[in-house]
């Protein structure tokens, strides 16, 4: 998964240092006027903001309209009921009082960041794998995969759009941020030695290239099932 942060209040700034150490990927931007900009590229599977960023409610119908899909969370001091109303009725999905431990912000992120993927609990079951998405870790039956972050990532976010065709470009932004992005062919070397990492289920689920298009992670298992109960 990976957050867009405005960092533009002391708790902001904790609470993407939080959302690091949990081990998501962020984004962090320093000022409203990046916000739009960061948020439109739909990157990020959620965009976090300070209230004090939205000085009328149009601009959070503009972040929404730019992205229906991406939640949207507002971090508010002390926030009144009306205020509260007032957000969720413009877009946002979720409103935290700055108040709240930064535990339990976390928490209260990652949950509605799976939850826009269909997902209620932090477990990915994908054919024949199991992805744990708070320990960031992948299972197949008995066995934890030997992932490196940066393949674990790329997994994670094809498994969560499984079925659906990928960008290379969407993949890059998303498992990069912008930032450090490797040279086209290293990107290739990631691709690969995941696939061999899942050779062992190759019938059940493989990672497909389209090529000009990006990738799409099909799962085979299912249907097998449904052929043989079929015959």
Do not use: C
């Given at each position: 998964?990976?957050?867009l942060i405005?960092?533009?209040?002391?708790?902001?700034?904790?609470?993407?240092k939080a959302v690091a150490d949990s081990g998501t990927l962020r984004t962090r931007c320093e000022s409203g006027e990046e916000i739009e900009d960061y948020?439109?590229?739909?990157?990020?599977?959620l965009t976090v903001i300070d209230a004090g960023l939205l000085q009328r409610h149009s601009a959070l119908s503009r972040l929404r309209e730019l992205q229906p899909a991406t939640p949207i969370c507002i971090v508010a001091r002390k926030p009144r009921p009306e205020q509260i109303a007032a957000w969720l009725t413009s877009g946002a999905d979720m409103v935290i009082d700055e108040a709240?431990?930064?535990p339990e912000m976390v928490a209260r992120l990652a949950s509605v960041a799976r939850r826009a993927h269909g997902i209620a609990q932090p477990l990915l079951e994908c054919g024949p794998l199991s992805l744990d998405l708070e320990a960031r870790r992948v299972h197949m039956g008995t066995v934890t995969l030997s992932l490196s972050p940066k393949l674990y990532e790329i997994?994670?976010?094809?498994?969560?759009?499984?079925g659906r065709l990928a960008s290379r470009e969407a993949l890059?932004?998303?498992?990069y941020g912008f930032e450090n992005e490797p040279a086209p062919r290293v990107f290739d070397v990631y691709m690969c030695n995941l696939r061999t990492h899942l050779n062992g289920v190759a019938e059940a689920?493989?990672?497909?290239?389209?090529r000009g298009s990006g990738y799409?992670?099909?799962v085979t298992e299912r249907r097998k099932a449904l052929r043989a109960l079929a015959a």
């Open positions: 998964m990976r957050y405005a960092e533009t209040s002391w708790k902001l700034v904790s609470l993407s948020h439109s590229t739909g990157a990020q599977d709240t431990p930064l997994l994670e976010f094809l498994a969560l759009r499984s890059l932004n998303h498992v689920l493989r990672i497909d290239t389209v799409r992670l099909e």
